[in-house]
């Protein structure tokens, strides 16, 4: 498996910045559309995809360099570059960001689903995602940029799976 090393201690600035910080990873600055949902997509790291395309796709692909990440739950494209749109088929893991996914993994790292965010919130009406997340982030340490497919960090998607479910 992965080595989770711990960051040093400015690399994770957690407390300052709750969501939507990217001390986990150096994503690609930039952003493009999608040409299936037409909303604006994240750039990803070539190691994100190395890590999570299956061999059968990544032998097709010349580079796996300059690739967007579609998060719209409705959107079938997860990743795209150009002419090459790829979907769930080509990823080996499940896609929790969309609709359907199961399990909906939030959290890759410390593997957090919506299934095991919602039996907290049934059983004591509160999760403790967030604080759990963010104190393995500091020991051991997270690894977003290979194991989640969105190569960031899952911070804001989890607080915002929280009140989704909080509110529904
Ligand atoms: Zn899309």
């Known amino acids: 498996m992965f080595s989770l090393k711990p960051k040093s201690e400015k690399g994770c600035d957690i407390t300052s910045q709750p969501k939507g910080h990217d001390c986990c990873s150096v994503q690609p600055k ?14 990803v790291l070539a190691k994100t995809l190395e890590h999570l395309l299956i ?3 990544k ?10 990440f579609c998060k719209t739950p409705s959107c079938k494209v997860v990743y ?12 080996m893991v ?17 593997n957090w ?8 919130l049934d059983e004591t009406g509160k999760s403790t995602a967030l604080k759990e997340i ?3 982030m500091k020991n051991p340490g ?9 190569g960031g960090c899952c911070l804001g998607d989890v607080s915002k799976v929280i009140k989704e479910l909080q509110s529904s």
Do not use: M, R, W
């Open 113 to 120: 689903t919506k299934e095991k965010i919602q039996a907290q």
């Open 30 to 43: 930039g952003k493009a559309l999608c040409p299936s949902c037409h909303t604006k997509a994240k750039g």
């Open 142 to 150: 997270c690894a977003c940029e290979i194991l989640n497919p969105s």
């Open 59 to 68: 032998e097709k692909l010349t580079s796996l360099e300059g690739f967007y």
């Open 94 to 110: 499940v896609v929790g960001h969309k609709e359907g996914a199961t399990p909906a993994t939030v959290c890759y790292c410390f």
């Open 80 to 91: 795209f570059k150009d002419a090459i749109q790829l979907t769930q088929k080509d990823i």
């Open 134 to 136: 963010k104190e393995k």
């Open 55 to 57: 061999d059968k796709t």
